[in-house]
């Protein structure tokens, strides 16, 4: 079986809650002890109906106030595959948890309300994919049946909507008319939509194709951990293995490799899983690479292969999504990791400020406010190893992080490194 | 760990290496972790991780265990089992200990559960720990649903919910000031029938306890308890043999069974995949105090 992770956007009351409530429900994730706190809860409450978002509102204050504050991540799975559902809130700060939920998401998931049409709100979450590069999307137009299940609604917004996204990167897109309260087409197809030969929702989930996704061609593999047992056996004695997390490519026994930024040069030995050599490697595999040849390598190095390596850079170009009240203002200096590198950073200058409702680029902003994405140049103390974000998901990307207060203040997308 | 011609991980082994990547990323950016364990099966598939982590060299960090004077022998000795092979060093925390130096007061009403929390944060002070690697997941718990990977803690131990640090792609930020220190969970993405899956794959020891087997119990709060001095019958209550096992290994006066006839890893799961109640509802005591009691508890240090 596989996995599938999934981002949800959607303004407050598109009935995002609902729908998951219903994913969960239909795939019988709900369990009896938790429906029934659901159940008390809302008669507490004074409802008369079963406030599924109680479900995926798990905080004290969350449900004191009846909003979403902060990513849940909830569980489900069927029998074609397991998923992962990051439950972004709608509000105010939008930019920040998408940005978190959806950095590791094969696909996001907007849901509009069909009376209501495309919204700002909707854009922006569809601008947002699309510059984190979620590979796939899905536009759920839910409460058709309070626009009596009329198609013409569904085409409106469809065809607005794949207008917009042209000026988008949005590589596959999927526009689904449903009605989560009811669950029409969420897991069952409906009787009330026989104009739609789509997939239902839960159909489409089940198998949209994400094994390709991944770059399988450019070997990227960040040192994170370098294992040595100092044991008394001659058998390990000498062992020295490097290990990570395979971000890119195919690694195999034989490969010649390049270790940056130092530029040495081996072959790879083997490549070790818990006492078993295994014959290739490739993402998101967690293994360890042993060397032919005694060179230094260590934590935060990345081999690659000869031909086929990332950028060794210092001068950064990229969008950073900033995440903290205080704003980032040029000849600002933070600490910055990307992959195991850590070092820091100065503000060179903040290029724009992109208008995410408009796609508008501010040049005369001069600093992000918190939830604001701009084109930043940054310096970096150390060279990164680094691929365009468009690239790689995994060597492209960096956070930023304030070193008086530890917090992590910016998530960037490498745009160009040299 | 099979070949994969596609170029494709199950979602076990895909759970397998994000777990793996974080262990390594604790290791090399702690000053000093330490594992949390309770000698449950997610602490025992935790321990597995780490082993799988850092082979052929030794888990690089000892692990904790905090002694409520309550746990099920069967358990403390598949633990003591566990220690010796991977030959790590184990720091036991002990709440009678903690109760005779007065760092918690037993007033014979608090629940041992509740004392946990003091003896822990203190143990973690004590020991200088700057990260302590957890078993929670986040199917357990709605609060837990809200966790990150690194969880930060302030000086006195305390989550807050309210201002977690973003976390984005893998990039764990685990920056502290003096006196802090991050919880890590590392099987934050897993669910039970995940855990259970991985315990058959890599046939791991776990307790007995866990298996169908007699037992003397009583019934309390619609949940099947073992009578032992520790936790005797009350008025009404009557004890009798049945055929149990456990869903979760806490503090044996908290933690229900359920009566089961589940001898094998495989009627186990079979079991799990059809049940209507989550373990916690099931078989815990301790999250039924109220509606937010694990948000509660984990605001003031708990796991």
């Known amino acids: 079986m596989d996995l599938l992770r999934f981002a949800t956007a959607g303004s407050v009351d598109d009935g995002k809650s609902t729908l998951i409530g219903r994913l969960l429900y239909d795939s019988k994730s709900i369990f009896a002890d938790q429906l029934e706190a659901v159940e008390r809860t809302s008669e507490q409450k004074g409802h008369d109906y079963v406030d599924l978002s109680l479900l995926t509102d798990g905080l004290r204050s969350e449900r004191e106030q009846g909003i979403t504050i902060d990513v849940a991540y909830r569980y489900f799975a069927t029998p074609h595959r397991k998923f992962i559902i990051a439950d972004t809130p709608g509000h105010t700060q939008y930019t920040r948890n998408m940005v978190t939920g959806a950095s590791t998401a094969d696909l996001g998931l907007v849901l509009v309300d069909a009376?209501?049409?495309?919204?700002?709100?909707?854009?922006?979450?569809?601008?947002?994919?699309?510059?984190?590069?979620?590979?796939?999307?899905?536009?759920?137009i839910n409460k058709m049946d309070l626009v009596d299940w009329d198609e013409n609604v569904y085409t409106a917004i469809k065809d607005e909507f794949t207008q917009f996204a042209t000026k988008l990167n949005i590589p596959d897109l999927e526009v689904i008319p449903l009605s989560a309260l009811q669950g029409d087409n969420v897991v069952n197809r409906s009787a009330n939509t026989p104009w739609y030969q789509g997939p239902t929702l839960m159909h489409h989930l089940e198998h949209v194709h994400v094994a390709s996704d991944r770059d399988l061609k450019d070997v990227r593999f960040p040192v994170q951990y370098v294992i040595r047992p100092h044991a008394d056996t001659d058998e390990l004695r000498d062992y020295r293995g490097y290990a990570g997390q395979v971000a890119g490519g195919v690694l195999k026994k034989g490969d010649e490799v390049i270790v940056l930024p130092s530029g040495m040069t081996s072959t790879i030995k083997a490549i070790d899983f818990f006492g078993e050599e295994v014959d290739q490697a490739f993402p998101p595999m967690s293994v360890t690479v042993r060397l032919d040849?005694?060179?230094?390598?260590?934590?935060?190095?990345?081999i690659a292969r000869v031909n086929n390596a990332p950028s060794v850079a210092q001068d950064i170009d990229a969008?950073?999504?900033?995440?903290?009240?205080?704003?980032?203002?040029?000849?600002?200096?933070?600490?910055?990791?990307?992959?195991?590198?850590?070092?820091?950073?100065l503000v060179k200058e903040i290029q724009y400020r992109l208008d995410i409702n408009s796609l508008h680029r501010d040049q005369?902003?001069?600093?992000?406010?918190?939830?604001?994405?701009?084109?930043?140049?940054?310096?970096?103390?150390?060279?990164?190893?680094?691929?365009?974000?468009?690239?790689?998901?995994?060597t492209g990307s960096f956070i930023l992080i304030d070193e008086a207060t530890g917090v992590t203040v910016g998530a960037g997308m490498i745009n160009s490194a040299d | 760990m099979s070949t994969h011609p596609d170029y494709r991980l199950s979602q076990l082994d895909q759970l397998e290496a994000e777990s793996i990547h974080i262990f390594r990323e604790v290791a090399a950016e702690f000053e000093k972790p330490v594992l949390m364990f309770s000698g449950g099966k997610d602490s025992i598939v935790m321990l597995r991780l780490a082993e799988k982590a850092f082979h052929p060299a030794k888990i690089p960090f000892p692990i904790l265990q905090i002694d409520n004077g309550l746990d099920f022998p069967e358990v403390m000795e598949t633990r003591d089992r566990w220690v010796e092979r991977l030959g790590v060093k184990l720091v036991v925390a002990s709440i009678d200990d903690a109760i005779a130096r007065g760092i918690v007061i037993d007033d014979g009403k608090t629940s041992r559960n509740r004392l946990q929390t003091p003896t822990l944060l203190n143990a973690i002070e004590e020991n200088g720990f700057t990260a302590a690697f957890g078993g929670g997941r986040r199917d357990e718990e709605k609060a837990r649903a809200k966790e990150r990977v690194y969880s930060h803690r302030d000086e006195f131990g305390q989550w807050d919910p309210k201002n977690q640090r973003p976390e984005v792609w893998s990039l764990y930020n685990g920056r502290l000031h003096e006196g802090e220190h991050m919880r890590i969970f590392p099987i934050s993405?897993?669910?039970?029938?995940?855990?259970?899956?991985?315990?058959?794959?890599?046939?791991?020891?776990?307790?007995?306890?866990?298996?169908?087997?007699?037992?003397?119990?009583?019934?309390?709060?619609?949940?099947?308890?073992?009578?032992?001095?520790?936790?005797?019958?009350?008025?009404?209550?009557?004890?009798?043999?049945?055929?149990?096992?456990?869903?979760?290994?806490?503090?044996?006066?908290?933690?229900?069974?359920?009566?089961s006839t589940a001898s094998t890893l495989d009627e186990i799961i079979a079991e799990i995949s059809v049940a209507r109640l989550t373990e916690r509802g099931a078989t815990r005591g301790d999250d039924r105090f109220s509606e937010a009691a694990m948000e509660d508890r984990k605001k003031e240090g708990y796991f």
């Open chain 1, 319 to 345: 969008m950073v999504c900033w995440m903290t009240t205080t704003p980032l203002r040029p000849r600002q200096k933070l600490a910055i990791k990307h992959t195991t590198r850590t070092g820091r950073a």
């Open chain 2, 189 to 259: 993405n897993w669910t039970e029938l995940d855990v259970w899956d991985y315990i058959r794959r890599e046939q791991i020891e776990i307790p007995n306890i866990y298996f169908a087997h007699q037992r003397r119990v009583f019934e309390r709060d619609g949940m099947l308890m073992t009578e032992t001095p520790l936790n005797p019958c009350r008025d009404g209550e009557v004890a009798s043999e049945r055929t149990v096992r456990f869903r979760t290994c806490g503090d044996m006066t908290l933690t229900g069974c359920v009566e």
């Open chain 1, 115 to 140: 009376r209501h049409g495309l919204t700002e709100q909707s854009r922006r979450h569809a601008v947002l994919l699309s510059l984190l590069r979620v590979p796939h999307l899905v536009l759920a």
């Open chain 1, 293 to 302: 040849d005694e060179v230094d390598v260590s934590r935060g190095d990345m």
């Open chain 1, 364 to 394: 005369e902003t001069g600093e992000l406010a918190l939830n604001e994405i701009g084109r930043v140049k940054l310096r970096t103390t150390l060279p990164l190893m680094a691929d365009e974000y468009a690239k790689n998901r995994t």
